[in-house]
């Protein structure tokens, strides 16, 4: 029998689903996601998008029925048989053999995510992204794809750029809803996303059925022309009874109301499409900026990102300005970076303990305040692995930037912390005359690298 058509919507959803996920975390599930295991899944897609379309137009052609004249209604009841026959002929190979694909995929999977591995060398597991964070880097990217997609729907003949921002915009909201709850305004964000694709599918399924549909009133009209030339050859055409029959049975009048009744729901379509691109793609955007950030909030917050610029002189902004005294030394150790700081300013001293773990712009970063008591007791582990420096900060923005004076070495450094990796501001107006180059991540810059 035929599958319903709210079971095979929940099946092509769920495989929907699971096509994403692999899809947007594949870098971090490794066999999981392998290529066979991905084809596997589009094809299981693929071969239940013909039943899909089918139920989708048989639904909506059953709804048009009080919107017909009686001879139209001949049309509209023809057109039914064929979906309906159609649907039958699909529907007798089509279950078993997907749910056999299914059964395999479905065991593969379970034995490649049975155990998830992660690496054991210390500084890479602890570099390892967060499910947060590595949504939030899936997130940009789709983001951008997004806003391409849609900036290029201009008018009702933009079918293409409509779909293919229908298909980003649900990687999007599968992507965005097992955190939506992490994240502001989540439950807002899917629902908006929801009802886009509701108004892309509307207009994708109004055009494919018309073009459908076009084909049929095509053979339609083939078949009655057939049918009167043989009645001429049998001398029938001057027949009213058979004529009157013979126009009772035509489904073209039908056909031809039909496809004027999709052109309109096309035409609506867009116009709502159009209206929601004005007055709903700006909220949206908002929100997905929203989201990034708040997923990248999820993540490990003992984390250090952060570009360095080696700079030709003290920039006149800071000079004369209050300044950090910093004291700094580094216990043996060379994947485990281990600092003990002293830190004065005016009359008040502080103390702390660092350690630090990878090397780059993101790096493992935990700190802790801590007491002179211990900070003395540690001081002489470091000695010939000390840093001494003046440190001036400037707020600049929503950026804090750092300009560190060395006392050992004739050296001015400039640092900013980041919220993302990916981000490489310009330096601002007052700080870029003095900037010679970017270091980030160069050895000889690092500050462990520098003591003495």
């Not at 078993?96 to 479905?106: I, P």
């Not at 750029?161 to 305004?185: F, V």
């Not at 029959?245 to 039908?254: I, N, Q, V, W």
């Not at 994947?335 to 004065?344: F, I, K, P, S, W």
Request: glycine share 6%.
């Amino acid at each position: 029998p035929a599958p319903a058509p709210a079971a095979l919507h929940d099946f092509r959803v769920a495989v929907r689903r699971l096509r994403s996920f692999l899809r947007a975390y594949a870098s971090h599930l490794g066999d999981a996601a392998a290529p066979a295991i991905q084809r596997q899944l589009r094809v299981m897609t693929a071969a239940t998008g013909t039943n899909r379309d089918l139920d989708v137009q048989l639904g909506w052609l059953k709804g048009q029925t009080k919107h017909l004249t009686e001879r139209e209604r001949v049309g509209a009841a023809w057109l039914v048989r064929r979906l309906e026959q159609r649907r039958r002929d699909r529907s007798t190979r089509l279950p078993k053999r997907e749910a056999r694909r299914l059964a395999r995929v479905t065991r593969r999977l379970e034995a490649e995510l049975e155990e998830f591995t992660l690496p054991v060398d210390v500084v890479e597991s602890a570099l390892q992204p967060t499910l947060a964070l590595a949504t939030a880097d899936r997130l940009d990217q789709l983001v951008n794809t997004f806003e391409t997609r849609l900036a290029a729907i201009q008018s009702i003949d933009d079918r293409e750029a409509a779909h293919r921002a229908r298909i980003t915009g649900k990687r999007l909201r599968y992507l965005i809803e097992p955190l939506a709850s992490e994240i502001p305004e989540g439950a807002e964000l899917v629902d908006q996303f929801k009802g886009l694709q509701d108004l892309l599918g509307e207009f994708n399924d109004a055009h494919q059925f018309g073009m459908t549909l076009a084909d049929d009133i095509a053979r339609a009209t083939s078949k009655q022309e057939r049918r009167f030339s043989r009645a001429v050859l049998k001398g029938k055409v001057l027949d009213e009874g058979w004529l009157r029959r013979a126009r009772a049975r035509d489904p073209s009048p039908g056909l031809a109301a039909l496809r004027r009744r999709l052109q309109h729901r096309e035409e609506e379509a867009f116009e709502r499409i159009a209206r929601w691109l004005v007055n709903q793609a700006p909220i949206l955007k908002r929100r997905l900026t929203a989201a990034g950030r708040a997923l990248r909030r999820i993540g490990p917050r003992d984390r250090e990102i952060e570009r360095k610029y080696l700079l030709r002189s003290l920039p006149d902004l800071v000079v004369g300005a209050a300044a950090q005294h910093i004291d700094q030394g580094y216990l043996p150790g060379s994947q485990l970076v281990e600092r003990v700081r002293r830190v004065r300013l005016g009359g008040e001293e502080r103390f702390y303990r660092t350690v630090k773990l990878g090397k780059g712009v993101e790096r493992v970063e935990i700190e802790e305040e801590t007491s002179a008591e211990v900070f003395q007791a540690m001081w002489p582990l470091t000695s010939g692995r000390r840093v001494r420096k003046r440190r001036y900060r400037v707020v600049y923005g929503d950026l804090t930037w750092e300009i560190d004076e060395f006392l050992d070495h004739p050296l001015i450094l400039a640092e900013v912390e980041l919220p993302v990796a990916t981000l490489d501001p310009t330096p601002p107006e007052w700080l870029r005359p003095y900037v010679v180059r970017q270091v980030s991540g160069e050895p000889e810059y690092l500050n462990m690298n520098l003591a003495c």
